[in-house]
């Protein structure tokens, strides 16, 4: 049996402090999912993994981010445990270059690609191409003809993509891809594929590609944790997917996340003590790190607000977004000065 974990999206550097800050910051929570799920990779003896893309959260890096992010692919390339990037469009479809990932144990897909393996007696195809910025729904079937013919076929075979599969969703308002140009058309994907595995949506789903009596999964893994407020009911995690013979088996492992909560103030308060108490009433309960968006379109309780009745009402692992009106607030409240609200 063939063990293959599938990860994707972990944006590493999102809200990492670059200096040393009081406020609540969410960096070292991606960091941390990150590192479980090398370290199951490594407790659950997986012969390959491979990364969807998006590794880092922007193209320009701090050299920080960087060197923290690539130390920990070269301690884990010690494992001898293969593992397979291909860059999305948040690294502008490449990583930056480092002697610490010319391991190797470590492939990063440059252009379209077969990357071949002999695991266990079998031999595994993996194919991908970095993110195509431009037009990928005209240029899927080109860039396919292209990996296919450096392909010869495998005991399995399995494309990677950073791309929307025509169907696929995201968003609180279930957002379906259909024939943009920025797609790639399900009549485009090819049979022979034994999965299609997918970064670039961050919600995890599975798609079917189906011709006549056959079916291949596209699977979005989905990011590692949340990166915006449409991903709030989103759980978030990674796949261990088994190849035996002809079957093949996935599980879909959860991750740990800070949960997502909102509050909307939309009743009018006549005193700064009744609003402190209706908050502390609506958030009685949230976990002691949640991020919480605050909503308060009325401008007469926008203004009963200030820095210290943040402080009383919310816990200091929490991180506060003020909806629409923080610039407002920052502006009103500076002299206030109290530390770890905001920087
Ligand atoms: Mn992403």
Redesign the pocket.
């Known amino acids: 049996m063939i063990k293959i974990l599938f990860l994707s999206?972990t944006?590493l550097g999102f809200d990492y402090p670059i200096r040393t800050t009081k406020r609540t910051r969410r960096g070292q929570d991606f960091f941390d999912n990150f590192e479980y799920i090398l370290n199951y990779a490594v407790g659950n003896a997986v012969d390959l993994i491979l990364h969807g893309?998006?590794f880092f959260f922007r193209t320009r890096l701090p050299e920080l981010i960087v060197n923290k992010s690539y130390k920990i692919l070269y301690e884990f390339a010690k494992h001898n445990i293969p593992f397979v990037i291909v860059p999305?469009?948040?690294e502008s479809s490449r990583l930056p270059r480092s002697p610490l990932i010319f391991q190797p144990y470590i492939h990063i897909f440059k252009e379209p690609h077969t990357f071949t393996f002999d695991i266990k007696g079998k031999k595994i195809n993996i194919s991908g191409f970095p993110y195509e910025s431009k037009n990928v729904r005209d240029q899927f079937p080109e860039i396919i003809k292209q990996i296919q013919d450096k392909e010869k076929q495998a005991d399995i075979n399995l494309l990677m993509t950073h791309h929307a599969v025509e169907g696929c969703t995201c968003g609180p308002g279930n957002y379906t891809f259909r024939k943009n140009e920025d797609v790639v058309q399900m009549k485009d994907i090819p049979m022979y594929y034994d999965a299609i595995l997918c970064?670039?949506i961050?919600r995890q789903q599975i798609l079917w590609k189906r011709h006549q009596d056959k079916k291949s999964p596209i699977i979005y893994v989905g990011?590692v944790e949340r990166?915006s407020f449409a991903e709030k009911e989103e759980t978030k995690g990674f796949y261990v997917l088994e190849f035996d013979k002809d079957h093949q088996n996935r599980q879909f492992i959860p991750l740990k996340t800070r949960a997502m909560v909102d509050i909307t103030i939309n009743r009018s308060f006549p005193s700064i003590q009744e609003l402190k108490t209706y908050l502390i009433k609506r958030s009685r309960g949230f976990d002691t790190n949640s991020i919480v968006r605050l909503k308060c379109p009325d401008e007469q309780n926008r203004n009963l607000i200030n820095q210290s009745l943040l402080k009383d009402v919310f816990h200091s692992d929490m991180i506060i977004q003020l909806s629409g009106w923080q610039q407002e607030f920052k502006a009103r409240t500076k002299k206030e000065r109290i530390p770890g609200l905001f920087d």
């Open positions: 999206d944006h893309g998006d999305g469009n948040h970064g670039h961050h990011s990166t």
